[in-house]
T-cell receptor, first 112, second 113 residues
């Protein structure tokens, strides 16, 4: 059984650019949550997708958007990148909302 | 809104020392409580959890008890090892449908041989 995987591992972008991060959920999981972890901080909830629909959103601006595909993999898109978007982006999948969340290794985004 | 406060680190201990990392929470209703661990360069791993008051979660020698009266969920281990060196996060699940996790800022633990 494959765990949660994320790509790419590391990414460097310039302020103002757009970025897409990808997440493959664990087999059998239909729910994906995205978190942003700034350096030295705890992860903060961005949003969750359940069966291809957004199922909750944290305090992030609309330039953070997402998508979930029929195979339950997911993308996080960030437009108009800002320096403060530099962080580790974590994806977590679960069998349903409320079930245990399994985290991927994260994508380290650096915005210069 | 819901929040988690955990003791600030870093915490440095010698091998076989006793570990306590304090965690308190503010929440409406009755959240589930969690401790996650993050090893260098890795994502988060669930260490233990408790879903209702007075529940004790335990794993790998770590324990934490859900105390509703003090809104606390302190992490303890009787004898730490060098391999326990990591960052520990206390978290609660926000019972708002998504069951999103709300995390504390993390406590870095270093165990010296």
């Amino acid at each position: 059984e494959t765990g949660v995987t994320q790509s790419p591992t590391h990414l460097i972008k310039t302020r103002g650019q757009q970025v897409t991060l990808r997440c493959s959920s664990q087999s059998g999981h239909n729910t994906v949550s995205w978190y942003q972890q700034a350096l030295g901080q705890g992860p903060q909830f961005i949003f969750q997708y359940y069966r291809e629909e957004e199922n909750g959103r944290g305090n992030f601006p609309p330039r953070f958007s997402g998508l979930q595909f029929p195979n339950y993999s997911s993308e996080l898109n960030v437009n108009a990148l800002e320096l403060d978007d530099s962080a580790l982006y974590l994806c977590a999948s679960s069998g349903d909302p409320g079930y245990e969340q399994y985290f991927g290794p994260g994508t380290r985004l650096t915005v210069t | 809104g819901n929040s988690v406060t955990q003791m600030e680190g870093p915490v440095t201990l010698s091998e076989e020392a006793f570990l306590t990392i304090n965690c308190t929470y503010t929440a409406t209703g009755y959240p589930s409580l969690f401790w996650y661990v993050q090893y260098p360069g890795e994502g988060l791993q669930l260490l233990l959890k408790a879903t209702k008051a007075d529940d004790k979660g335990s794993n790998k020698g770590f324990e934490a008890t859900y105390r509703k009266e003090t809104t606390s969920f302190h992490l303890e281990k009787g004898s730490v090892q060098v391999s326990d060196s990591a960052v520990y996060f206390c978290a609660l699940s926000d019972r708002g449908g998504s069951e999103k996790l709300v995390f504390g800022k993390g406590t870095k633990l270093t165990v010296n041989p």
